[in-house]
């Protein structure tokens, strides 16, 4: 066992790699049991140009109930497929609806970071959260205006160009 701090290590054993002619780092994570793997082409001093990050979605209203009709069409329309495999009813099928942008809210975005404090690289996790979306999201949209609005830097989510990206985009 290693008295220094995870992210050291992991650095340390991507720099090893690197030296050996690898082109790209990498974190991975577990999480119940599920490996869940972060990837950026690039050097490993790069990793602090990377902001990883990950969003949490809800419903907007919290029973489908509480939609007007129009909505309640859509959720119809949109649900159906899954409804019927799952033979499930219009409620029943409701718990899903955060995964879609047009009926869900988020609320809670969380980033994490390679960062040097006192000469040692860290990793430093952070989350904006609330059941307030629009505070959520303008508090993460603070943070990349004030420390990731430049050129070099990427942000790195699981499955983001399909959920994250589109859903905060929306």
Not at 71 to 76: A, N, S
Not at 117 to 137: I, N, T, Y
Not at 159 to 168: A, V
Request: glycine fraction near 6%; charge should be negative; hydrophobic fraction near 35%.
């Amino acid at each position: 066992a290693s008295s220094k701090p995870v992210s050291m290590n992991i650095v340390n054993s991507l720099k090893k790699l690197e030296y050996r002619g690898y082109d790209s780092a990498g974190l991975a994570t577990i999480n119940n049991n599920e490996i869940n793997e972060k990837k950026c082409s690039g050097r490993v001093d790069e990793l602090e140009k990377i902001l990883f990050l990950d969003i949490e979605t809800v419903p907007q209203e919290k029973e489908f109930k509480n939609l007007d009709q129009d909505f309640k069409d859509l959720w119809e329309h949109k649900s159906k497929y899954f409804r019927e495999q799952n033979e499930m009813n219009l409620e029943e099928s409701y718990d899903r609806a955060g995964i879609y942008a047009e009926f869900g809210k988020i609320i809670c975005i969380s980033v994490g970071l390679f960062s040097f404090v006192d000469g040692v690289r860290q990793f430093r996790v952070k989350s904006f959260s609330g059941h307030d979306e629009k505070q959520v999201l303008e508090e993460f949209a603070e943070l990349l205006n004030t420390h990731y609005n430049r050129a070099d830097q990427n942000l790195c989510a699981h499955n983001g160009k399909e959920f994250d990206f589109p859903y905060i985009a929306r």
